[in-house]
C-alpha cells in the first residue's frame, strides 16, 4: 500500500517571523539564527529533514532575513583562512551547513501567518505531498519524528500532523486535535482541529506540535481560506477542512509524540534546551555538568 503514494523529497520551513520574544536580540539577527550551545536553530532543523531523506529544502523567509542564506551559503574567505591555519575541525563545521542539502529560497512578503507562508511554497512544491518543519521546535535527532510521520503518510496518504499530550491549561498555546484511536498505539485519525482553543472549548489535550507532512489539497484550501484567529491564514483551519472531507485530500492522521522536543521559541525554554543539549554533548557535557550541579548546590544553600 506504500508504494501507491509519491515519494516524499520536499520539506518547507517558515523561518519569516520577527521574534519579538527575543527583542533587542532580533533586532537584527534573525531568531533562527540564535545559537544553540554552538549551531543556530535553524541548522538543527534542516539536519532534521535531511536525516528523514528530505535533502531538497524551501526556506520561506522575509525582510532582514539574509544571514538565513549566507549561513548555508559557502564562505570562501573564512573556509580559506581556516585551511591556512590547518584548522581542520572547524573548516569541517563551517562546510557541513553549505553540504546539508540543496537549499532554495521565497520570501513571504506581508506576513499573514503560516497557512500563507505554506502557500508562498506552491510553486516550488508542485503537487505532490511535502513536509513542514517549523524551526521553533527542535526534535531531538534520537526521537525520529519526521520519518515516523512520512511513514504514516505512505501507508495511508493524506496529511499527517504531529501531536503531544500537554496539560489541559496549556492548550491554548497550540492547536488542538480531535481524534480516534487507530490499530497503531501511537496514531490517531484526527477528527478535527481547533487552534489555540479555551481550555474549556478544546476537543482534547492532544496538541499540534510543529511538524507536518500535507498532502499538496492543503494548496487549493489555502488559497480559499479567510483570515482566521489573530487575522492570519491559519494553517490550522486549511487542515480542519481536509480532517472533514477526506474527498479533498485524504484523511489527516496524527503521530503522538512522545520524545525529546525542545521548544526555542519562549526565552525560557529556549534557555533550558541550551542546558539540556549542552549537558548531552561528549565534548562539553562532563565539565559543564560538573558546574552546573555545583551552581545549582550553591544557589539552593544561599536561600
Same mark, same amino acid.
Given at each position: 500500500?506504500?508504494?501507491?503514494?509519491?515519494?516524499?523529497?520536499?520539506?518547507?520551513?517558515?523561518?519569516?517571523? *520577527?521574534?519579538?520574544?527575543?527583542?533587542?536580540?532580533?533586532?537584527?539577527?534573525?531568531?533562527?539564527? +540564535?545559537?544553540?550551545?554552538?549551531?543556530?536553530?535553524?541548522?538543527?532543523?534542516?539536519?532534521?529533514?535531511?536525516?528523514?531523506? +528530505?535533502?531538497?529544502?524551501?526556506?520561506?523567509?522575509?525582510?532582514?532575513?539574509?544571514? +538565513?542564506?549566507?549561513?548555508?551559503?559557502?564562505?570562501?574567505?573564512?573556509?580559506?583562512?581556516?585551511?591556512?591555519?590547518?584548522?581542520?575541525?572547524?573548516?569541517?563545521?563551517?562546510?557541513?551547513?553549505?553540504? +546539508?542539502?540543496?537549499?532554495?529560497?521565497?520570501?513571504?512578503?506581508?506576513?499573514?501567518?503560516?497557512?500563507?507562508?505554506?502557500?508562498?511554497?506552491?510553486?516550488?512544491?508542485?503537487?505532490?505531498?511535502?513536509?513542514? #518543519?517549523? &524551526?521553533?521546535? *527542535?526534535?531531538?535527532?534520537?526521537?525520529?519524528?519526521?520519518?515516523?510521520?512520512?511513514?504514516?503518510?505512505?501507508?495511508?496518504?493524506?496529511?499527517?500532523?504531529?501531536?503531544?499530550?500537554?496539560?489541559?491549561?496549556?492548550?491554548?498555546?497550540?492547536?488542538?486535535?480531535?481524534?480516534?484511536?487507530?490499530?497503531?498505539?501511537?496514531?490517531?485519525?484526527?477528527? &478535527? *482541529?481547533?487552534?489555540?482553543?479555551?481550555?474549556?472549548?478544546?476537543?482534547?489535550?492532544?496538541?499540534?506540535?510543529?511538524?507536518?507532512? #500535507?498532502?499538496?489539497?492543503?494548496?487549493?484550501?489555502?488559497?480559499?481560506?479567510?483570515?482566521?484567529?489573530?487575522?492570519?491564514?491559519?494553517?490550522?483551519?486549511?487542515?480542519?477542512?481536509?480532517?472533514?472531507?477526506?474527498?479533498?485530500?485524504?484523511?489527516?492522521?496524527?503521530?503522538?509524540?512522545?520524545?525529546?522536543?525542545?521548544?526555542?521559541?519562549?526565552?525560557?525554554?529556549?534557555?533550558?534546551?541550551?542546558?539540556?543539549?549542552?549537558?548531552?554533548?561528549?565534548?562539553?557535557?562532563?565539565?559543564?555538568?560538573?558546574?552546573?550541579?555545583?551552581?545549582?548546590?550553591?544557589?539552593?544553600?544561599?536561600?
Amino acid at each position: 500500500m506504500s508504494q501507491s503514494h509519491p515519494r516524499i523529497s520536499k520539506a518547507v520551513i517558515p523561518a519569516a517571523g *520577527l521574534g519579538t520574544r527575543f527583542l533587542p536580540a532580533t533586532k537584527a539577527t534573525p531568531k533562527e539564527m +540564535l545559537p544553540v550551545v554552538d549551531k543556530p536553530a535553524i541548522q538543527y532543523v534542516v539536519e532534521e529533514a535531511v536525516s528523514a531523506g +528530505l535533502d531538497d529544502v524551501l526556506m520561506v523567509t522575509g525582510r532582514n532575513k539574509r544571514p +538565513l542564506e549566507d549561513h548555508f551559503d559557502r564562505n570562501y574567505e573564512l573556509e580559506s583562512a581556516l585551511q591556512k591555519k590547518g584548522d581542520a575541525d572547524r573548516l569541517a563545521k563551517v562546510q557541513e551547513s553549505s553540504d +546539508l542539502a540543496t537549499m532554495h529560497y521565497v520570501r513571504q512578503g506581508d506576513p499573514k501567518g503560516l497557512g500563507h507562508a505554506v502557500l508562498c511554497a506552491a510553486p516550488h512544491v508542485g503537487d505532490e505531498p511535502f513536509a513542514v #518543519l517549523l &524551526g521553533d521546535d *527542535l526534535i531531538d535527532p534520537r526521537d525520529p519524528l519526521l520519518q515516523r510521520m512520512i511513514d504514516v503518510q505512505q501507508q495511508h496518504g493524506g496529511s499527517v500532523v504531529a501531536l503531544m499530550e500537554v496539560a489541559p491549561e496549556q492548550i491554548h498555546l497550540y492547536g488542538s486535535a480531535a481524534v480516534e484511536t487507530t490499530a497503531d498505539a501511537d496514531v490517531v485519525k484526527v477528527t &478535527g *482541529l481547533v487552534e489555540k482553543p479555551a481550555p474549556e472549548d478544546a476537543p482534547s489535550n492532544y496538541a499540534v506540535i510543529g511538524r507536518y507532512v #500535507l498532502d499538496p489539497a492543503v494548496f487549493g484550501i489555502l488559497r480559499k481560506t479567510e483570515p482566521g484567529r489573530g487575522g492570519e491564514i491559519q494553517l490550522t483551519d486549511a487542515l480542519q477542512q481536509l480532517a472533514t472531507d477526506e474527498k479533498t485530500g485524504g484523511p489527516v492522521h496524527g503521530v503522538v509524540f512522545k520524545g525529546r522536543r525542545y521548544d526555542t521559541g519562549d526565552r525560557g525554554d529556549y534557555l533550558r534546551a541550551i542546558v539540556r543539549l549542552a549537558c548531552e554533548r561528549e565534548d562539553l557535557g562532563p565539565d559543564f555538568r560538573t558546574w552546573l550541579r555545583s551552581y545549582v548546590t550553591e544557589e539552593m544553600q544561599q536561600r
